[in-house]
């Protein structure tokens, strides 16, 4: 019942930048945290920065300082700012939300909602 959409991914050469953004929607009561995961081919899917209701943020060391992850006003919509990009950066990347809904007879229930994922490429 919460959608995750996420855009913002493509190629990009070594040293660039992008810019990934993920909107969820739904019948959301609150969001708890959103998170952006990534998975390289033949690889763990990890996660890459995390930005809980609080606004306290988390970074793969990998990414640290190089990546920050935001998000709008209503907490709906989450941001991943990806600078100075290096090639182990390509990978599929995954938005992720948990949170509450607003379930039948408007019961509120948890939830954990995936996106689709968008392809961030990374060339040298």
């Known amino acids: 019942q919460v959608q995750l959409v996420e855009s913002g991914g493509g190629l990009v050469q070594a040293g660039g930048s992008l810019r990934l953004s993920c909107a969820a929607s739904g019948t959301i009561f609150s969001i708890d945290a959103m998170a952006w995961y990534r998975q390289a081919p033949e690889k763990q899917r990890e996660l890459v920065a995390r930005?809980?209701?609080?606004?306290?943020?988390n970074y793969a060391d990998s990414v640290k300082g190089r990546f920050s992850i935001s998000r709008d006003n209503a907490k709906t919509t989450v941001y991943l700012q990806m600078n100075n990009l290096e090639l182990e950066d390509t990978a599929v990347y995954y938005c992720?939300?948990?949170?509450?809904?607003?379930?039948?007879?408007?019961?509120?229930?948890?939830?954990?909602?995936w996106g689709q994922g968008t392809q961030v490429t990374v060339s040298s």
């Open positions: 992720n939300a948990d949170g509450t809904l607003y379930g039948q007879g408007g019961r509120r229930q948890t939830f954990g909602s």
């Open positions: 930005i809980t209701r609080g606004g306290t943020t």
